[in-house]
């Protein structure tokens, strides 16, 4: 919440400082900021809608746009950058009435961010007039709780429009397919890319419980990974959370590049229908970075050679679980 510094601080009585962990990388937190795209769609009080005239993020840069009221009244802004420190740091003086310097950091805490947004007004009474008149402390609440909404569904759409799906028939009823998936003994024969040596680890089919696997390539390279399974509806549905991981499990950047993302949501279905069964894999990033999320859609066609490749092995090994 909202609240002023320690007394001991000679501006305290002229500043409001607001600090929040957000549910985002520091990366989408900076991009939500900096872009106008972004900024105009959860800036300000709730009610309030914004047009951005100019945005030229860099020192000396100006911020010009027009806040739009509930009840129909315009309030014209414009704010100078003073400094810019990326993924990092944001200072801008609000040079049009009351005025004001704006200070907002960004330190990420793993997958999160912890927001630290400081206002000094230049004057206390000029403090005083402004959270009494416009309720600025509320104002700013208001401002970071639309901000974290509007996160989350930023990552929500990202994650749907830029899902990878992949759909596969097989001559098998659900419930033999779902044993398939669910047991470690047949889950290491056929899972992964051809060629590769699966070795299962752990495997903990619940919801919370996690697959932890290696594969070795043809040419000896081995690349740990794990899933953290989410939802489970046997035998029609399995939500799980598939990265990269080391040894212990821990979860880790792509061996081929750190622009992997870190995690995937997977949501995969089986359908009965005429005597076959429909599997439908649909996964997108989560908590991902622009940079993440590019490479992800980049990557569709390697993908779909590759799961292509891992549903051969199943089709293949599913009659030996009838034998």
Excluded: C
Excluded at 215 to 228: A, N, R, T
Aim: charged share 25%.
């Amino acid at each position: 919440m909202a609240e002023k510094k320690e007394k001991n601080n000679d501006t305290a009585d002229r500043e409001l400082v607001i600090t929040r962990l957000l549910n985002a990388p520091k990366e989408l937190v900076w991009e939500v900021f900096t872009t106008p795209g972004h900024i105009k769609n959860w800036w300000g009080p709730n009610g309030f809608t914004n047009t951005i005239d100019k945005m030229d993020v860099k020192p000396g840069g100006e911020w010009e746009f027009v806040m739009h009221g509930p009840d129909g009244t315009n309030y014209k802004n414009k704010s100078i950058y003073k400094e810019i420190v990326k993924h990092e740091r944001i200072v801008f003086e609000h040079v049009t009435g009351p005025k004001f310097t704006t200070t907002i950091t960004f330190t990420p805490k793993g997958k999160k961010t912890m927001l630290k947004w400081h206002m000094l007004f230049e004057s206390k009474e000029e403090f005083i007039q402004v959270v009494k008149t416009f309720k600025a402390d509320e104002g700013l609440k208001q401002n970071i709780e639309k901000l974290e909404k509007y996160l989350i569904n930023n990552q929500t759409n990202n994650m749907e429009n830029n899902a990878f799906e992949i759909t596969r028939v097989f001559n098998a009823s659900p419930e033999l397919i779902f044993k398939a998936f669910s047991q470690a003994e047949h889950l290491a024969q056929w899972w992964g890319p051809k060629g590769f040596k699966m070795v299962v680890t752990k495997l903990d089919f619940k919801p919370g419980g996690i697959f932890h696997y290696s594969m070795q390539s043809p040419d000896g390279q081995i690349m740990w990974g794990k899933f953290v399974y989410r939802e489970i509806e046997a035998p029609g549905r399995v939500v799980f959370v598939s990265s990269f991981s080391d040894e212990a499990g821990n979860v880790t950047r792509a061996p081929f590049s750190v622009n992997w993302p870190l995690e995937v949501l997977n949501n995969m279905t089986l359908i009965w229908k005429d005597g076959k069964t429909t599997v439908t894999l649909r996964g997108g990033p989560i908590n991902a970075t622009a940079e993440e999320m590019k490479m992800f859609v980049d990557m569709f066609s390697s993908m779909q050679q590759g799961f292509t490749g891992t549903f051969d092995q199943l089709d293949e090994y599913l009659p030996k679980i009838n034998s």
